[in-house]
């Protein structure tokens, strides 16, 4: 069964330092998502990707976040500065179309910021 | 503020009987609704959508849609001990990429 595949599965940096996170997507889906989930809270939305640019993006995902799709196969999450509240969860999700009917999840990445 | 409310629990049930979990949302405009199942420390795993009001059934999972009055329902029939796991409403908005999660109910069956 095809599946999202995001590295590495933890990540431990210092705070100030750049983070870049990684994930391939199901090969035929064309819709990209980063969330994110602070321990005990919510699953919370930070930016979807299509055609090689952002669909939407939520308030979380300031200046400090990128997203690029540098080759055929990779979907990256840049934090630039990291902060101790960026410690969270992040996960990517890839769907066919622009409706998240069949969005799939990977299985995380969890950052946390000493 | 789009906001999807849910209790958070814990729901317990014993086996073989029905769980009941219920959300709200606040955006009248919204379309699509979505049910996840997570196991701690695990990713979102999707158990249905639905997009229209009244029931749609899968299996031991039904979903219910009130859109009148802004609710959302799933039911799961004949619990099992593995359906023990927090369970996450979803809305999608007008704009149709991004998903607001509720907090979700976590859900303990007893064998």
């Known amino acids: 069964e095809p599946e999202v595949t995001q590295t590495p599965s933890h990540q431990v940096t210092q705070m100030g330092q750049e983070v870049i996170l990684r994930c391939v997507p199901i090969?035929?889906?064309?819709?990209f998502y980063w969330y994110r989930q602070i321990l005990g809270q919510k699953v919370e939305f930070l930016v979807s990707f299509y055609n090689n640019e952002i669909s939407e993006k939520s308030e979380i995902f300031d200046d400090q976040f990128s997203v690029e799709r540098p080759d055929g196969s990779n979907f990256t999450l840049k934090i630039r500065s990291t902060k101790l509240e960026d410690s969270a969860m992040y996960f990517c999700a890839s769907s066919e179309g622009p409706r998240n009917t069949e969005a799939f999840f990977g299985q995380g990445t969890r950052l946390t910021v000493v | 503020q789009k906001e999807v409310e849910q209790n958070s629990g814990p729901l317990s049930v014993p086996e073989g009987a029905i769980a009941s979990l219920n959300c709200t949302y606040s955006d009248r405009g919204s379309q699509s609704f979505f049910w996840y199942r997570q196991y701690s420390g695990k990713s979102p795993e999707l158990i249905m959508f639905?997009?229209?009001?009244g029931d749609k059934e899968d299996g031991r999972f039904t979903a219910q849609l009130n859109k009148a009055s802004q609710y959302v329902s799933l039911l799961i029939r004949d619990s099992q001990p593995s359906d023990s796991a927090t369970y996450l409403c979803?809305?999608?908005?007008?704009?149709?990429?991004?998903?607001?999660f509720g907090k979700g109910t976590t859900l303990s069956v007893s064998s």
């Open positions: 090969s035929n889906h064309l819709y």
């Open positions: 979803a809305v999608e908005g007008q704009a149709g990429t991004a998903l607001i």
């Open positions: 639905i997009y229209s009001n």
